[in-house]
């Protein structure tokens, strides 16, 4: 049995679990990393005991790779799947802002790694937002568009917007929370746990269309629940060279440092979420 009636529930959980955190981490000084919440939220997630939502287990490679935050499908094996390739990013309460909206791997805009991404592997690009507000009323109100009329500031703690907002926002140098939600674009995170809403909201998704199945190794590992050994020859060929001795958050290699020496590496998700609005059945 679940505690949550249906995702939209356990999202919203999510959404209020989020601006909880971030805002006793705040307080009380022990400040919650996006890491750290993306996490949790996977925990709550698998806590949840809802039976159609799954993470999809697997070992990461060895080498040293961009990563995207998430990956999530979600439909159904009878009506086809969408397809969302999700980078999560936390505000920084004092300022409102998201510091690292135009944070740079390699040399490389997140973003554009992101959409590169996308377009490649025919996912819709996302940006996952964290929230939490000092003062809520009197900011909150012109921004909620919610499919319903109940405004729970909680219900800010998890937000997702198109790519291209991000994109917008770093065209005018706005990193504000102000700036995300003012466009309509921006949308609660329950949204996606309604089929409905993801449809309602489809024009706003670059590269939206409907997968007629899920790819084989994820569908493997739902079937066996069985952790993915080498899953990333099933990602998107996106190599490209990057130079050793830049800036990025990835461990340096102290034993390649020369200066101009490049490398390949590719980018993949970290983490696989399905969310089946079908039944539970990844056999046919
Ligand atoms: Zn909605």
């Given at each position: 049995m679940s505690?949550f009636v249906?995702?939209v529930?356990?999202?919203?959980h999510l959404?209020?679990n989020?601006?909880?955190?971030?805002?006793?981490?705040y307080?009380?000084s022990?400040?919650?990393s996006?890491?750290t919440?993306?996490?949790?939220?996977?925990?709550?997630?698998k806590?949840?005991?809802?039976?159609n939502?799954?993470?999809?287990?697997?070992?990461?490679?060895?080498?040293a790779l961009?990563?995207?935050?998430?990956e999530?499908?979600?439909?159904s094996?009878?009506?086809g799947?969408?397809?969302f390739?999700?980078?999560?990013?936390?505000?920084?309460?004092p300022?409102?802002?998201?510091?690292t909206?135009d944070?740079?791997?390699?040399?490389?805009l997140?973003?554009?790694?992101l959409?590169?991404?996308?377009?490649?592997?025919?996912?819709?690009?996302?940006y996952?937002f964290?929230?939490?507000?000092?003062?809520?009323?009197?900011?909150?109100k012109?921004?909620w568009?919610?499919?319903?009329?109940?405004?729970?500031?909680t219900?800010f703690?998890?937000?997702?917007t198109p790519?291209?907002?991000?994109r917008?926002?770093l065209i005018?140098?706005?990193?504000?929370?102000e700036?995300i939600?003012?466009?309509r674009?921006t949308?609660?995170?329950?949204?996606?746990?309604?089929?409905?809403?993801i449809?309602k909201?489809?024009?706003?998704f670059?590269?939206?269309?409907?997968?007629?199945n899920?790819?084989s190794?994820?569908?493997?590992?739902?079937?066996?629940?069985v952790?993915?050994?080498?899953?990333?020859?099933?990602?998107?060929?996106?190599h490209?060279?990057?130079?050793?001795?830049s800036?990025?958050?990835l461990?340096?290699?102290?034993?390649n440092v020369n200066n101009?020496?490049?490398?390949k590496v590719?980018?993949?998700?970290k983490?696989?979420?399905?969310?089946?609005?079908?039944?539970?059945?990844?056999?046919?």
């Amino acid at each position: 049995m679940s505690r949550f009636v249906n995702l939209v529930d356990l999202f919203q959980h999510l959404s209020k679990n989020t601006w909880e955190r971030i805002g006793d981490g705040y307080e009380l000084s022990i400040s919650q990393s996006e890491e750290t919440l993306t996490d949790n939220n996977l925990l709550e997630i698998k806590r949840s005991g809802l039976k159609n939502i799954h993470i999809v287990k697997f070992n990461k490679p060895k080498e040293a790779l961009y990563g995207i935050d998430w990956e999530w499908w979600i439909g159904s094996q009878r009506n086809g799947w969408i397809k969302f390739a999700v980078q999560a990013k936390k505000i920084y309460v004092p300022s409102k802002s998201y510091n690292t909206l135009d944070h740079k791997v390699k040399g490389r805009l997140q973003l554009d790694i992101l959409d590169e991404y996308a377009r490649k592997s025919q996912a819709v690009p996302l940006y996952c937002f964290y929230n939490y507000l000092l003062d809520t009323e009197p900011i909150l109100k012109p921004f909620w568009r919610d499919c319903t009329d109940l405004f729970t500031p909680t219900e800010f703690g998890c937000t997702v917007t198109p790519s291209s907002i991000v994109r917008q926002a770093l065209i005018v140098k706005q990193k504000k929370f102000e700036f995300i939600h003012q466009q309509r674009q921006t949308i609660p995170l329950y949204c996606l746990g309604n089929l409905g809403c993801i449809f309602k909201f489809r024009n706003n998704f670059d590269n939206f269309m409907i997968h007629g199945n899920l790819p084989s190794h994820i569908k493997y590992s739902l079937q066996t629940d069985v952790p993915l050994r080498e899953i990333e020859h099933e990602f998107p060929k996106m190599h490209f060279e990057i130079r050793n001795d830049s800036d990025d958050e990835l461990p340096k290699r102290r034993n390649n440092v020369n200066n101009g020496e490049f490398s390949k590496v590719s980018v993949m998700p970290k983490r696989i979420l399905v969310i089946n609005f079908g039944e539970n059945d990844y056999y046919d």
